[in-house]
């Protein structure tokens, strides 16, 4: 009882969208947008509206907004170091001065804090070329990017608003930095806007199209985006959202979701074609579909499991993780013989990732029952397992949130929000911590 006093006090008092059944589900949204381009933001989109920039640097303050870049009080943050209207202060390594520096490598990982007890992160990010990993925090109603890359911040996004639901944030091939999200829904709502926010020449670019619940976002060699959207209403239509960021076409996929929970897993191959993993209306089970030949196929994977997670190889071939009960399953396919799924394990868990490295190597990442990351991997041939991070406090997936991305050399990086108790009011408060393979 005392622990579900707990995670009702952090609910109640820092709340956070980690998931998409923790956002009130809107009603039929009707069919999509004839012209995509109509501004649909919505009562909680807020500034800036479809096509227009939040501002350069800074810029001038939207109404609403507190203060502009060359002045007015800013927004210090929820916990530790300042962030002001601009970014966060810095320390004399160039970064958030709320960061810790990395740990010694210790059995093959290492840690750092990104964001200290009582701020707002997700546990959703990207890496850049050079490896350093970028963010997303939600601050006061307003959405920032955090990069643990030296000297680089980025000014407000121009996001005003409760906090929605973040899918995630890319880095492109010219280093732009694309976040997409959907907005927290209200409760008789008729649209469900997806929002892209850019981070191009300077400013933030905000575009909204329409889409339903974001599911998944990639950006290709070409700096095209790329994402999946269950459409809300009477069927759960999967659509594709894709081209250049200034451009982007909403397209039908002829896919139907069994219900709008689950999640639909995007990626992109070398020739910028999409492969997705999805659990269909019927026959009910785990799915894979792609667009490669020019329209959309699709192929049953497993007739059992929820929230399939997919990869590719640097071959191309496709993988798929899930859950299956308390099995853990991972699937690959063969031009030949089709899809061979195979338990590489038991774990009361939820899967977070799954990712193949240059190599082969297979990395899956799961949050177990307790809320703390478990990383597995094959790189010795045999499977691997490593939990992350400190003794939990036994808070639920649900109360948590991870993410993994390798780097060019094939590491896996893990960031995680924990729930963990303050040091001054022993009150259990979010803390996302970032975790590095080593050597």
Known sequence: MLLLAAVAGVVACEPIVLSPWAIAKPPDAGAVDDDPDVDDAGADGGEPTPGEDAGEDGGEPTPGEDGGADGGPGDAGDAGGGVGNDGPVLGDGGV??????????????????????????????????????????????????????????????????????????????????????????????????????????????????????????????????????TWIGPENRLLYTHGPPDALVVEETGLVLDDDIYRASLQLDARGHAHVAFIPRKPRGIHYATNASGAWVEEPVSSQGDDGYLALSPSGTPYIAWMDSTHI????????????????????????????????????LLTVWDGSPLHLSNASGGWVRTRLGPEPLGFPPSATGSSMELDSQGRAHVMHTWLKPDEVSGRPLRTMDSYRQCQ
Do not use: N
């Open 329 to 364: 399953m991972l699937a690959s396919r063969d031009a030949q013989t089709g899809w061979t799924a195979v338990s590489v394990g038991d774990e009361r868990a939820s899967m977070e990732a799954l990712a193949v490295s240059p190599t082969g190597v297979v990395h899956l």
């Open 96 to 229: 958030d001065v709320r960061m810790s520096e990395w740990s010694g490598c210790d059995a093959g990982w290492q840690q750092r804090t990104v964001l200290p007890a009582g701020t707002k992160g997700y546990g959703s990010f990207a890496l850049d070329a050079d490896g350093d990993a970028y963010f997303i925090e939600h601050t006061d109603d307003i959405l920032r990017v955090g990069t643990t890359k030296p000297w680089r911040t980025f000014p407000r996004t121009g996001w005003l608003g409760p906090q929605p639901y973040v899918v995630g944030v890319r880095v492109g091939p010219t280093g732009e930095v694309h976040v997409a999200l959907s907005p927290r829904y209200l409760e008789g709502d008729t649209d469900v806007p997806v929002h892209f926010l850019r981070y191009t020449a300077g400013r933030w670019v905000h575009t909204v199209k329409p889409g339903g619940l974001l599911w998944d976002l990639e950006v290709d060699s070409r700096g095209h985006l790329h994402a999946m959207s």
